[in-house]
């Protein structure tokens, strides 16, 4: 084994697997992995471990009684995940994720009542009512072959893998292990254990990035939070139990073909951006939450949420949980820059809001301020699997309103001029959230006094990606505040946007006094003879104008001569009559611009 290999497992690999035993995960040994998978290495489910917690975690509730799941229902879930047809990674992804969040429905004679009910997988509420396991060196085998590959580390929930860990040495790129984990997903490698993952990791010493199963190369991300060396050392400084040591380093030395009987191992080392990311994304409370609340399929492709979108949702769901004496939540805005995905934002939100346990039948309300934002917010929505009513009208904004059976609506915001023009309408539930965006446009302005006429209690969420000028500022304050902030710099950063570069051109002029002259003594002929009964001064102002005029036209025509090549293709055309004049005074507008730099 050359020494790159070795630095992989010993550098990155075990200090891992240090930090996720104690995290919580209790840790398997390849054999171990192995039997709990029957001895098969095409399986991927730790079936007996999924047995006994289907078990543990569900219970017939019917009048008044708790009641077990027969042991022909619990094998029937498990047949039921475990046998998911194969129909392309993301569509068998989507169907699986289905499965983990909403559960199986499943017959069952209760006291001689045979009713349908809900067998979930995964405890969402309750992160230590679930199990954890780690497993290293996974062996899968490849679709239509005996050959296998072994991730790194595979983390399980309930049996279940939920995330796969690419290690590599600080030697090497992050960038190989993506490439890697991307490579294992493809139909002729191990397609299987990637319907089930949920969240995927390369990693090294220095340096680490998360994605999620079908997340293309250039769109994982780095995860930028601020993790507490005290909430990190406890976890470097404890030492593995003897058992688990024994294992990692036999896998370390396994194929160096030698075995130490005290093999050395670094306990209080230095917290690395491993161990930070590890912590930040793999405990269980957080593996959990972000497959179950910041997740989404986007029209089949799955996305899973950045760092920002995920705080800005935690902050804002934070906020609306405390109301005033009157019961009403307060409000505020969310300032992500344009291009940082403060749609799928808005889509996490909403979902965020159905699921807080604290707010009894949430209404959402999304505001637009024009017909291409409305349906597009309305597609990404669908196309998330949410279901909006889109309002084609003031009346039917207050009809989908006032019977209380629409959960998602969107409209337009000078809808609700015309809504209370059909009917005085005034909604006071407080949990009704109105979620604006390009606030500044809308929600700061005239038109939020008929939004908040017919949602008093409302609480008003605005999104915005523009600069807020001076005077709106006060707005804001006035509102409720900014409530999380995502500027261009840190997008930029981040890798989340391009950079905009805008370069100032300077086009020279030349006169060509020659022609002038011509053009001006042809035009004036005559001009200097005072007509019958005209003023000597009336005649001088009126020559003046036209030397103006010439002038002016004359400038016009070098200049735009001088353009630079992109707007080359706009010409002069005509010096004369209304719809000539016309075309004359817009390639002016054109040449202006470009001469200031713009």
Known sequence: MDSFRFDEKYLSQIPALQVLVNLGFQYLTPAEALAARGGKAGHVLLEEILRDQLKKLNRIQHKGGSYLFSEENIQSAIQRLKNVKYDGLLKTNETVYDLLTLGVALEQSVEGDLKSFTLNYVDWRNPANNVYHVAAEFAVERTRSAETCRPDIVLFVNGIPFAVIECKSPKVEVARAVSQTIRNQRDEYIPRLFTYVQTVLAVNKNEARYGTTGTPAKFWSKWKEDVADTDLSPLLERPLPESVKASLFDLAFAELGVREEVAPYLVGRQVTEQDRTLYALCRPERLLETAWAFTVFDGGVRKIARY??????????????????????????????????KSLTMVMLARALALEPAIRNPRIVLVTDRVDLDKQLGNTFAACGLSPDRAESGRHLVELMSDGKAHIVTTLVHKFDKALAYRKFSDASPDIFVLVDETQRTQLGGYSARMRQMFPNACYIGFTGTPLLTREKSDVARFGGVIHTYAIDQAVADGAIVPLLYEGRMVELEQNQAAIDIWFERHTRGADRPAEGRPEEEVRARRNAQQGRAGGLHARVRHQRALPPELAGHRLQGTAGGAQQGRGAALQGISGRAGRGH
């Open 308 to 341: 920002q979108q995920v705080f800005a949702i935690r902050e804002v769901l934070a906020r609306v949980r405390q109301t005033d004496e009157s019961g009403k939540r307060q409000g505020g805005i969310v300032w992500h820059t344009q291009g940082s995905g």
